[in-house]
């Protein structure tokens, strides 16, 4: 694999050299890569997304909800776009130290304005992404220091204390373990224990926040108090061995139905399919077995 940083077009730069939100990620277990969308396709991405939304069979709730708009890479280029920014893709590679795949297709999610919710403290939440979970990443491997996983969440809005920006705790991808049954009880209360380390990931419109699987955090739709939705597109990234969380199969089937493919840079349309459309490959020889259990249906949490 080749960790040469690439050499980005002048409208795809982030702010500092490559190197350094690697540095960043290695050392905090999340960076902030900025640039990845520029304004006119966050503008674009928002109507297209609203005019899936105004698709989608039934009507979500207007607030206090967070719901997903399937096929984003079949109905915007965009997406297709932001998804594969040479840049955000080397971070993730480089990090993982291998070549990748997304574990289910790039995810546009909507948070809704809290209002039933403002003021509680709904209880569970916290948890560490895939591939760690309870019933795919059994606890007793976690002293495998390789590690398996990083979250690739596409910020269309800007990610705030005031719209739930999700809730972290700092360097807890370290610990190597599950979020302890204490931080899904009472409640989450930042500041008070067990939560008094908690933090929130903030961010601005058009950045990539990426944070290392094991990192506990919990989407906190509580605090939008913003009044607005929120916008993110998400993905699960891991080594191209490991299985998908859901099936991706459908969603190849929607994309490869549409134009889309021949609309975009052979560039962009190379790395979709490689992330979204390109069987699991052969685990390396000593891996582990990661995902024992069926494929079946998963919640994707942030």
């Known amino acids: 694999m080749n960790l040469t940083p690439p050499q980005l077009p002048e409208d795809q730069k982030p702010s500092r050299p490559l190197e350094t939100y690697l540095a960043e990620l290695r ?7 900025d640039g990845v969308v520029d304004k006119a396709a966050l ?11 105004k698709a989608l069979g039934e009507r979500p709730p207007d607030f206090d909800d967070r719901f997903g708009v399937p096929n984003s890479i079949a109905w915007s280029r965009d997406v297709c776009r932001a998804v594969t920014h040479p840049g955000a893709l080397w971070v993730m590679r ?13 995810a546009m999610t909507v948070l809704r304005p809290a209002k039933e919710l403002i003021g509680h403290h709904p209880e569970s939440g916290w948890h560490s992404d895939y591939p760690y979970h309870p019933d795919v990443y059994p606890e007793d491997r976690w002293t495998d220091e390789t590690i398996y996983g990083v979250q690739f969440n596409i910020c ?25 049954v204490e ?33 506990w955090h919990r ?28 099936d991706k199969r459908p969603g190849v089937v929607v994309y490869r139905d549409s134009d889309m493919a021949s609309s ?15 069987p699991t490959q052969a685990a390396p020889v000593g891996s582990p077995n990661i995902l024992e259990k069926p ?3 998963r919640k994707i949490n942030i």
């Open 94 to 106: 480089a990090y993982l130290e291998t070549d990748i795949h997304f574990c289910h297709q790039p």
């Open 183 to 215: 931080m899904n009880r009472g409640g989450t209360r930042m500041g008070v224990s067990p939560h008094e380390a908690v933090a929130q990931m903030v961010a601005p419109e058009g950045s990539a926040l990426i944070y290392d699987s094991r990192i």
């Open 264 to 278: 975009l840079p052979a560039s962009v349309a190379e790395e979709i399919t490689r992330l979204c459309c390109t």
């Open 219 to 246: 989407a906190c739709p509580e605090l939008n108090i913003s009044g607005s939705d929120r916008l993110a597109i998400l993905n699960a990234v891991c080594p191209n061995w490991v299985r998908p969380m859901v």
């Open 43 to 53: 503008a674009r991405i928002r109507e297209d997304t609203d005019a899936a939304c």
């Open 156 to 180: 269309i809005d800007a990610f705030r204390t005031d719209n739930a920006a999700t809730q972290f705790v700092p360097q807890s991808h370290r610990k190597q373990c599950f979020p302890p």
């Open 295 to 297: 494929i079946g249906p």
């Open 27 to 33: 050392e905090h277990g999340y960076t902030v890569l």
